[in-house]
């Protein structure tokens, strides 16, 4: 069970999917895979009584700048069909037809079970063309999108949060269309995320854990990086907003291949911010999930960002995330030793207030 899914904005693609993985297991091995949203998925399965045990990969997986797929199925499988894909990228003008062929030549019994979907920028005249290819994957036309490709436990959901990115014209008609799949991207990987910290749901249904996305920018595919959460709450009284945001912040990037996740708590005393916590998560693509990782050579994230999401709970009516993918720092975190120096910009303050003054059924 998982989440995957394409499409393309003004026939740029945009690739999303989540990282949880889970096998039915009757026994326990007590393996403890600690996720920055939920703790320790494996200790939630077993307080449900589930027979589930979970690890985490890359479900999207760039093999080449001209290459990405993302798969939902058995594990086993996925890495029977990527290999082969990895090594069909090797040709020099390599197609989406060749994909399709190297797929094919696998007998249909090896990958049972699986779904895939996926892009192959082919040279044209006038630049780049994005083809799409895709096994066992479902579609669907969604304005203003066209067809939307997907498969997995989390395609309602996903769906969803599409449909309601899509009615955004009014936020969408003034960005470039350049740099419009990395806005999207920005914003259906942070309502996904919303979604999964005030219900969590999708975790008992077997996936979520973290969301990526993937699009196409400078004439490669790149993963969305640079990303900060942080969480808020929210209360009116009369005509006034009360914001406060806690001190958790939730950091994802990359670093070579691998997804970098950093988690930091703080809690404030006599005026300052003392860190209580601060976890690092790695997330090995698919077929590097065996590899060892030399963590002395990877650099410690930092929380400077490109992109903030903004969970908040609202203390009367439903919760709502915001996404803001300018490059703009509005909120400056400082470490010093054990302590947190933490500043937020008038700015965002501004942007969250007129947020809430401006939901549905406000």
């Known amino acids: 069970m998982t989440l995957i899914a394409d499409f393309k904005v003004h026939?740029?693609?945009?690739?999303?999917?989540?990282i949880?993985?889970?096998?039915?297991?009757?026994?326990?091995?007590?393996?403890?895979?600690?996720?920055?949203?939920?703790?320790?998925?494996?200790?939630?399965?077993?307080?449900?009584?589930?027979?589930?045990?979970a690890s985490v990969t890359q479900k999207i997986n760039i093999l080449h700048d001209r290459?990405?797929?993302?798969?939902?199925?058995?594990?086993?499988?996925?890495?029977?069909v990527l290999r082969a894909l990895d090594q069909t990228c090797q040709k020099k003008n390599f197609s989406a037809k060749d994909m399709a062929n190297a797929i094919n030549a696998i007998k249909p019994s090896k990958i049972s079970g699986l779904a895939l979907v996926g892009f192959v920028l082919e040279d044209r005249d006038k630049g780049y063309e994005a083809l799409h290819f895709q096994l066992g994957a479902k579609a669907q036309t969604i304005n203003p999108f066209g067809q939307v490709f997907f498969a997995g436990s989390g395609q309602r959901l996903f769906l969803e949060c599409l449909g309601r990115v899509g009615q955004q014209t009014d936020r969408w008609g003034h960005i470039p269309r350049t740099t419009l799949p990395r806005a999207m991207s920005a914003a259906l990987t942070t309502q996904l995320t919303g979604?999964?910290?005030?219900?969590?749901?999708?975790?008992?249904?077997?996936?979520?854990?973290?969301?990526?996305?993937?699009?196409w920018?400078?004439?490669?595919?790149?993963?969305?990086?640079?990303?900060?959460?942080?969480?808020?709450?929210?209360?009116?009284?009369?005509?006034?907003?009360?914001?406060?945001?806690?001190?958790?912040?939730?950091?994802?990037?990359?670093?070579?291949?691998?997804?970098?996740?950093?988690?930091?708590s703080a809690e404030?005393?006599?005026?300052?911010?003392?860190?209580?916590?601060?976890?690092?998560?790695?997330?090995?693509?698919?077929?590097?999930?065996?590899?060892?990782?030399?963590?002395?050579?990877?650099?410690?994230?930092?929380?400077?960002?490109?992109?903030?999401?903004?969970?908040v709970k609202l203390l009367e009516g439903d919760d709502f995330s915001l996404?803001?993918?300018?490059?703009?720092?509005?909120?400056?975190?400082?470490?010093a030793g054990d302590f947190l120096h933490l500043r937020?910009?008038?700015?965002?303050?501004?942007?969250?207030v007129e947020r809430m003054q401006h939901r549905p059924g406000a």
Request: hydrophobic share 40%; aromatic share 8%.
């Open 268 to 311: 404030p005393v006599d005026g300052r911010h003392i860190v209580r916590s601060d976890e690092l998560h790695i997330v090995s693509p698919t077929l590097l999930r065996n590899k060892k990782i030399d963590l002395a050579k990877m650099p410690k994230p930092i929380f400077e960002h490109e992109i903030l999401s903004c969970h």
């Open 67 to 80: 290459l990405i797929v993302a798969w939902a199925g058995p594990l086993k499988a996925a890495d029977k």
């Open 323 to 335: 996404a803001h993918a300018n490059s703009e720092q509005l909120i400056y975190l400082e470490e």
């Open 195 to 215: 979604h999964e910290i005030s219900d969590g749901s999708n975790l008992l249904d077997r996936w979520g854990g973290g969301f990526e996305a993937a699009y």
């Open 344 to 352: 937020i910009s008038d700015r965002l303050i501004r942007m969250l």
């Open 217 to 264: 920018a400078g004439g490669k595919f790149v993963k969305l990086g640079n990303r900060l959460h942080t969480f808020w709450t929210a209360r009116q009284s009369g005509a006034d907003w009360h914001l406060t945001m806690k001190p958790w912040f939730y950091k994802v990037d990359y670093w070579e291949k691998y997804l970098v996740v950093r988690s930091l």
């Open 20 to 53: 949880l993985l889970t096998a039915e297991k009757t026994t326990r091995s007590g393996v403890s895979v600690r996720l920055p949203l939920v703790g320790d998925i494996n200790e939630l399965y077993a307080t449900q009584a589930l027979p589930l045990e």
């Open 11 to 18: 026939g740029l693609p945009i690739m999303v999917g989540d």
